[in-house]
């Protein structure tokens, strides 16, 4: 009986996914129906301009928002992880946490209006124009990875033996160099899980970018959505064929990574 319910519910969660998938190969025009076996919107897709500038923005952006929220996160996650109880770790461990169980309107609009006041700040006390755009986009896309980065760089690290670390001072390794040649390589599984998640979360984010991108600063999330708007084409099942094998390759590498890392530790 469990299994059954198993196969029901991931028939319920991946069939329409696949049968988006499977319709990217149709030769058809209507974009949900069979007519034969054949790549050309896969050719199409490749050699629609507007499209392809909107994906190497979103890689752009996917892969500085994900260096940006590991690095934040990685600290995050060692603090409360190695810090022990400090005044305030509580609070502090929610604020990290809470892009994790926010919703995304709810934190785009935040991050919007943070946007709109220090680009106020910004003109009035030094004369810049900050106009939103790809860097904010980037910005608010690291304020979400980070929350998840550190979760992962924290759950590596709480269950890390301390004695390892303790071991390499004994024998007279400074602070940083037991760091750099016991800690990282130990934790680099986490970090790279954490990037790889983070980089899949900004590259296929719509909600958030919608609220904190401007003119120059069309992602192909959002690009697809308006486009939608008007009616489906059979690209657009090309594309999502791509991108899902993209964020399953990534999610799977990340659970890969951590997998090692755990057996290592």
Do not use: C, K
Not at 43 to 60: P, Y
Not at 196 to 202: V, W
Request: no cysteine; aromatic share 10%; hydrophobic share 60%.
């Amino acid at each position: 009986m469990r299994r059954v319910g198993l196969v029901l519910g991931l028939s319920f969660l991946w069939l329409p996914i696949l049968l988006l998938v499977g319709y990217a190969f149709s030769a058809d025009r209507i974009p949900f129906q069979w007519g034969g076996f054949s790549l050309r919107w896969f050719a199409a897709l490749a050699a629609n301009e507007r499209m392809l500038e909107a994906a190497w923005l979103s890689l752009r952006v996917a892969s500085g928002a994900a260096t940006l929220a590991v690095l934040l996160g990685g600290m995050t996650g060692w603090v409360l992880a190695r810090h022990g109880p400090f005044r305030g770790r509580a609070l502090f461990g929610a604020l990290a946490g809470a892009p994790l169980v926010l919703p995304e309107v709810v934190t785009g609009l935040s991050l919007l209006l943070l946007f709109v006041v220090l680009q106020g700040w910004a003109e009035v006390a030094f004369g810049w124009v900050l106009d939103r755009g790809a860097a904010t986009v980037l910005l608010a896309h690291a304020t979400v990875g980070m929350a998840y980065a550190a979760v992962v760089v924290q759950a590596r690290l709480t269950g890390m033996d301390p004695a390892l670390e303790e071991a390499a001072a004994d024998l007279g390794a400074a602070p940083f160099t037991a760091f750099r040649t016991v800690t990282l390589p130990l934790i680099a599984p986490a970090l790279i899980a954490g990037w790889l998640l983070a980089f899949t979360l900004s590259l296929d984010d719509v909600v958030v970018a919608s609220f904190v991108s401007g003119p120059a600063g069309t992602t192909l999330p959002m690009l697809v959505f308006s486009q939608l708007r008007v009616g489906l084409t059979p690209e657009i099942n090309a594309l999502a064929a791509i991108i899902l094998a993209i964020a399953a390759t990534a999610l799977g590498l990340a659970g890969l990574l951590l997998g090692r890392g755990d057996r290592r530790g």
